[in-house]
């Protein structure tokens, strides 16, 4: 499975941005997909999670509320809809995608990644 993210840039506080994440390869559809993000000199954290048929999802608790996440399986994207941004949401924001249809806030679960794309929230 690849990945390519896409979306990212600089915005203002308050502002939104939409998140893709393409997926290719024969099974890439099979595969729950998750969102993380780093910010320099953190470790990558747990943003966002969603099953192989989109029925379910999971968000952590910092950006519950006000970011979205959803997949169109036809295309074989996931897009991660992130409204009301705060500077601490700057990062680079990585795609990943796990294997077992299960919504992991551990990356470890997830076998591919994503070569990221950087958010920049402005105060």
């Known amino acids: 499975v690849q990945l390519q993210a896409s979306g990212g840039g600089l915005v203002q506080a308050g502002g939104s941005l939409r998140l893709s994440c393409a997926a290719s390869g024969r099974t890439a559809s099979r595969y729950a997909m998750g969102w993380f993000r780093q910010a320099p000199g953190k470790e990558r954290e747990f943003v966002a999670a969603i099953t192989w048929s989109g029925s379910s999802t999971r968000y952590a608790d910092s950006v519950k509320g006000r970011f979205t996440i959803s997949r169109d399986s036809a295309k074989n994207t996931v897009y991660l809809q992130m409204n009301s941004l705060k500077p601490e949401d700057t990062a680079v924001y990585y795609c990943?995608?796990?294997?077992?249809?299960?919504?992991?806030?551990?990356?470890?679960?997830?076998?591919?990644w994503g070569q990221g794309t950087q958010v920049t929230v402005s105060s």
């Open positions: 990943a995608a796990a294997p077992s249809n299960r919504l992991w806030a551990d990356r470890a679960q997830y076998d591919y």
